[in-house]
């Protein structure tokens, strides 16, 4: 565990930052902001492509086990997640086409630092405690993997992944689309509404790599891209429903 006064020392570091940064003028740093892309409306669909329509995720009903389930063409797709982490939900997978392998390069059993799955296995799921790095690809160049998703606890947490899903790859596709860079201020506020930050790699233990990411969302994602630059953390063009808010 990482020492409570550097908690306090982090804390009070940030808070001081974040009380900086609430009296720039918006103007002073509008240079970090990319250009915004045409949004494409995407929000009544349940199944929505992407990159051309090779890839496409998928919402299901409120009953179903898995509450969306993604369409990875091949490893080079925007849909293969860097590392990253989930502050305080559980994340379950299941490989539905194809075979994925999942890397969780700080897991204490060796064995779970590769996994890999496929549909036709006994048991194709893989799940992953709340605060695990990780991250996971299509294990193939030219064969689509197909995966469901579960998050827990589920509910309203569910309505959570649905509207980050929906904001974040829609907005990543019309990025590619029309030539624009990703800002990551308004990716690390996507990331934000559902605690699920990038992995900074520093060194030290994965509490002090926890501590790190979630504090590194908090300032580009809240403090620079929401409360300076005036990032979203929903568009109505890919998500109807009310913002869950934080």
């Known amino acids: 565990m990482v020492p409570s006064r550097y908690k ?14 609430l009296h720039l003028d918006s103007n002073m740093l509008s240079f970090l902001r990319a250009p915004t892309p ?10 929505i492509e992407y990159e051309d329509g090779i890839s496409s995720q998928t919402f299901h009903g409120p009953g179903s086990r898995y509450f969306v389930s993604h369409r990875i063409p091949n490893n080079k797709s925007f849909f293969n997640p860097p590392q990253h982490l989930h502050l305080f ?10 075979t994925g392998i999942w890397y969780q390069p700080t897991a204490a059993n060796p064995a ?26 299509n294990a ?17 947490n569910a309505v959570k992944e649905e509207q980050f899903f929906r904001n974040f790859f ?27 930050p990038l992995a900074i790699p520093v060194p030290g233990p994965d509490s002090v790599k926890w ?17 300076v ?6 568009y109505p063009e890919y998500y109807s429903g009310k913002d869950t808010g934080k």
């Not at 306090?8 to 940064?21: M, P």
């Not at 630059?229 to 929903?234: D, K």
């Open 8 to 21: 306090r020392i982090a804390l009070n570091l940030f808070g001081t930052v974040s009380i900086w940064c």
């Open 38 to 47: 045409p949004r494409r409306h995407t929000a009544n669909l349940a199944t």
């Open 89 to 98: 939900q559980t994340e379950e997978f299941i490989v539905e086409q194809g």
């Open 112 to 137: 779970n630092r590769r996994i890999v799955k496929q549909a036709s296995d006994a048991n194709p799921t893989v799940c992953l405690p709340k605060g695990t790095f990780h991250r996971f690809e």
């Open 140 to 156: 193939s160049d030219t064969e689509p993997l197909v995966v469901g998703i579960r998050v827990d606890p589920p509910g309203k």
């Open 170 to 196: 829609g907005y990543l596709d019309d990025c590619r689309k029309h030539g624009s860079q990703p800002s990551i201020f308004q990716l690390e506020l996507f990331l934000h509404t559902v605690d699920g």
């Open 211 to 227: 501590w790190v990411s979630r504090l590194m969302m908090l300032f580009l994602g809240v403090i620079i891209g929401e409360w």
């Open 229 to 234: 630059l005036g990032y979203q953390r929903t």
